[in-house]
């Protein structure tokens, strides 16, 4: 049985005046098409600290952001969640150290470090997501798209999304466990937790 790596990089431009989702579905099924690989994994990780990889269902209209209802809808949740760094002092980062810092490392500017909002974002949604490999075809269920959000809205960036694939070139064997019988989770009760007791007809007796 051979195992196989394959790591490809996905360059992105975010727009910079609103948090960005990139729709990369067509870009990583390709790539795990290429791979050779038969059944194992594909990870697509962010490589920024202010962006977010999220599987979710396409909800095919778009608004005038260019924003899809649902990731308008989620959006929104998370402005109230985590609302727009709209003005300076509204978060205690970035502190003047930090701030500092970002001049040290030639940020143009101060305010590119005013993204605390995309910080705290993408930690809710982390930075990466990890799909099932079957017979050479990702399975993200059937409606699934990925998506690379790009919290940070101070300025027009670009972007990188690492995948990585590992798994087989080889065929698996029968997936099913226990013959695909359905797992019963539902709560079970003993005979005594199911028994009567006298203080169901309590209140029919007065």
Not at 22 to 37: N, R, T
Not at 129 to 136: C, R
Not at 147 to 169: E, K, L, P, S
Not at 171 to 186: A, P
Request: proline share 3%; net charge negative.
């Amino acid at each position: 049985m051979e195992f196989k790596v394959v790591q490809k990089e996905l360059e992105l431009q975010s727009k910079g005046w609103i948090p960005t989702f990139h729709d990369i579905s067509k870009e990583v099924l390709e790539i795990v098409a290429a791979s050779g690989i038969k059944n194992g994994t594909c990870t697509i990780v962010s490589h920024h600290t202010t962006c977010s990889v999220m599987v979710q269902e396409c909800s095919h209209d778009i608004n005038s952001f260019d924003l899809e209802y649902l990731q308008q809808d989620l959006l929104d949740i998370m402005r109230k969640m985590i609302p727009d760094y709209a003005e300076e002092g509204q978060y205690r980062h970035p502190g003047p150290i930090h701030s500092q810092f970002g001049r040290y490392v030639n940020e143009p500017g101060d305010y590119t470090s005013m993204n605390t909002d995309g910080h705290l974002r993408s930690v809710f949604f982390g930075r990466s997501e990890s799909l099932t490999i079957k017979d050479g075809v990702l399975d993200g269920g059937e409606f699934a798209h990925i998506y690379f959000i790009d919290w940070d809205h101070v300025r027009a960036r670009r972007r990188q999304a690492n995948i990585t694939i590992m798994g087989t070139t080889d065929d698996v064997e029968d997936r099913k466990w226990n013959k695909g019988e359905v797992i019963d989770t539902k709560r079970k009760y003993t005979d005594e937790e199911k028994a009567y007791l006298p203080h169901f007809d309590l209140q029919q007796k007065r």
